[in-house]
Structure formats: C-alpha cells, structure tokens
C-alpha cells in the first residue's frame, strides 16, 4: 500500500506500551513515512517507537513531565494547539485524550481515530475521582469540569470521527454531541510464538494481564479465583501491581491460587494463552485488544458484555459474558468456563478476520475514501 498523501500521525503521549501503541505500530507500516507529532516523548519507556520521525511539543523541554503525562492534562490541548502542520495533506489524530486539539486548515483533511473520549472527564471520572487523595479531590473536580468544556471544543476539530467501537461512538454522541462514523475496530497483533514461561501452573488455571491500573478490575478476578479455589496468573505491571499482591496475599495468606508473573514476553503470554481455561477480563473496556490477541490464540474469555471488543465475540462459543462487573457474576462464570467444551480451532478462526493485515486495508481505503470526499467538497466550495 502506497499513498501520495502527505501525512502526519498525532496522539496523546509517547511515553508508554498498551493496546493504543499497537494501533499506531500497524498504522505505521500504512504510512511509513509519516512523522508522529505528540506531546511529550520518553524514549526509555516507549522502545517501539524507536524507529519513528517523533517530534514532541515544547513541554519535552521539561524532562521530568515525560513520564509524568498526569501532571500535564490541562496543558495538552496548548501542546498540541502549537504544531503547525500545514505541509501535509491528511492529519489522523490516534486519541483518547487531547490530540485532536491540532489546528488544521480547511484544505487539509483532519481524521480521528477515537479511542475514547477522555476517559478521566467522562466515562470514568469518578473512579478517577476516587483514586486521589480527599485533600485534592475537590479541586480536582473543578479542573476536570474546565477540561471538559475544552475537551468538546476541540471535538469539533476533526474533519471525521472514527470510533474503534460501538460503545465508544456512543460516547461521543454522549460527550461530544456529534456523531461518529461506523467504527473500525483495531487490529488484532500476531503474538510471538510460544515459549515455555518460567512459571508453569497447575493444568486447570485461569489467566489475565495487561497494565495495573484501577479501571482493569484484577482484584475482583483475584478476589473470584480465591473464592472458587481456582488458580489465576497474573501477568503485566502498573501502579496497581503492589497493592494487589497484598490483597491476593490477605485473602489467600498460602498463596495456593494466585501467582503474579510480572512483565513477561508477548512468547510467553502467547503460552499461557495456548494453555488456560480462559482469559478473564471483567472491566468495562473502550475495546479491549487483550480480549482478542487471546481469541487469537485460541483462548476462550470471560469478558464484560460491554466492552468493544464483545462486539466481535459469540457467546459461549468464544466467549463468556458478564452482564455487570461483580463478584458474583465473574465467579458463576469462572466454574462455567472449567466444564465447557470450547473449540479452539473455531476461535482462532473467528479471530482471523480481524487479523493486522485486514485492518490495515481496511484503514488505508478509508483514508483514501475521505479524502476523494473532502477534494470534493472543497472544489464545491471553491
């Protein structure tokens, strides 16, 4: 695929890895060239962008800021108000926070790939809330409730909203008040090849991973697998990590059911994968790749039924799922999966029709679709 456009890539923050950076990895084998302006960049936690054109906003110039993108919410929009990108043709902001605040002319075409709206001023602000200190919380509130006005006047920037899911072109409506185009969900990244981990577990188990963060629920998966006498592996890492080794510690002091694995390789996940009874995933995601890289391999998933990335999911054919995200629920699913029968040659092949390449082209027509419509739409007015 190659394209005569001129294009530049823009979204939130480089300073991470997650289901968003793998997005912009295959969106970047569409359009190789294209240079990846955002708002902060830290090399050291961000490896896969190594091979990219990226140019970071004025706040670089703060070193400390570049791991520290929570600090620096109420001046993202001005960040990225600043680039001047008029030497390209296209402009796709990959956000869910404030990169589609780049100002374009009306010559150009600016397309958002959404991945939600700003998920701590809308969707999730009070377990946001909930997660600082009571001292600033009410201060807190007060900025987030200023952001938020910014946030949907720079909604009305982008020239085309494209959602990853259902559940977040919802959202916009909801937050925004403008409509989105049907959704492209994200491509499903092909995992390493297995590899034995160092850690085997007994032949029945569950497993879950992904970033540490509250919204993500493992303690109520840790909580469940104690509850069942059903063994879970933890994978991944994140500000979280401590505080549920010592939940899982305190609610089972043998440490029979729960193992925490840290951050493994996409070889070993890939195992683990291969291996369990399901992967669970009890939050409420905006997709939820995780869900699909172990389709991918096979893997049934107990997932909640709201999550983007259910829309692509059959019940009880490759998934579970959970009408809320409670206890109850999530244990009556755990013992589910343990007698099921799944079909893992079925799974994989439901899977496959989201595979990397078919996004890819998908993305690239799309692309190209709004651009013939927006020339037009420019000649009309001219």
């Known amino acids: 695929m190659k394209s005569p456009l001129r294009v530049a890539i823009v979204y939130d ?4 890895w997650g289901g968003a950076e793998r997005v912009l990895l295959a969106l970047h084998k569409i359009f190789p060239k294209a240079p990846l302006y955002t708002s902060v960049y830290d090399p050291s936690r961000a490896r896969w962008a190594d091979n990219w054109d990226v140019r970071p906003s004025l706040l670089q110039s703060v070193p400390w800021l570049r791991s520290r993108h929570q600090l620096i919410g109420w001046l993202m929009p001005w960040a990225f108000r600043s680039f001047n990108l008029a030497e390209y043709d296209v402009v796709i902001s990959v956000t869910s926070e404030f990169a589609k605040a780049v100002q374009t002319s009306p010559s150009q075409l600016h397309l ?70 049907e959704p492209i969900y994200p491509p499903i990244p092909k995992l390493a090849k ?54 899982a510690q305190r609610l089972d002091p043998d440490q029979q059911y729960i193992k925490f694995v840290g951050q493994i390789a996409e070889s070993e996940v890939a195992w683990y994968l291969q291996h369990a009874k399901a992967a669970v995933f009890p939050q409420e995601e905006d997709f939820g790749i995780t869900a699909m890289e172990a389709v991918s391999q096979g893997c049934p998933v107990i997932i909640n039924v709201h999550s983007g990335a259910a829309e692509l999911l059959r019940p009880d054919q490759d998934a579970l799922f959970l009408p809320k995200s409670n206890i109850a629920m999530l244990r009556a699913a755990m013992k589910k999966a343990m007698v099921a029968s799944w079909s893992k040659l079925d799974i994989q092949r439901q899977a496959s029709q989201y595979a990397e390449a078919n996004w890819q082209k998908t993305f690239f027509d799309m692309v190209n679709q709004y651009w013939k419509k927006h020339q037009k739409q420019i000649e009309g007015i001219a």
């Open 13 to 16: 923050r480089v300073n991470s």
């Open 112 to 181: 958002c790939y959404l991945l939600t709206p700003t998920r701590y001023l809308w969707s999730h602000q009070t377990e946001y809330l909930r997660e600082l200190p009571p001292i600033i919380r009410v201060f807190a509130k007060q900025v987030m409730n200023w952001l938020r006005k910014i946030d949907q006047n720079t909604a009305k920037n982008p020239d085309t909203i494209v959602p990853i899911s259902k559940l977040v072109a919802k959202r916009c409506h909801q937050y925004y008040g403008r409509p989105a185009q």
């Open 194 to 247: 297995p590899t034995k981990p160092k850690y085997i577990p007994p032949a029945d188990f569950f497993f879950t991973w992904g970033r540490h963060v509250a919204y993500k629920k493992i303690d109520l998966t840790i909580q469940a697998a104690i509850a069942n006498r059903q063994f879970l592996v933890v994978a991944g890492r994140g500000s979280k990590t401590k505080c549920w080794q010592k939940f």
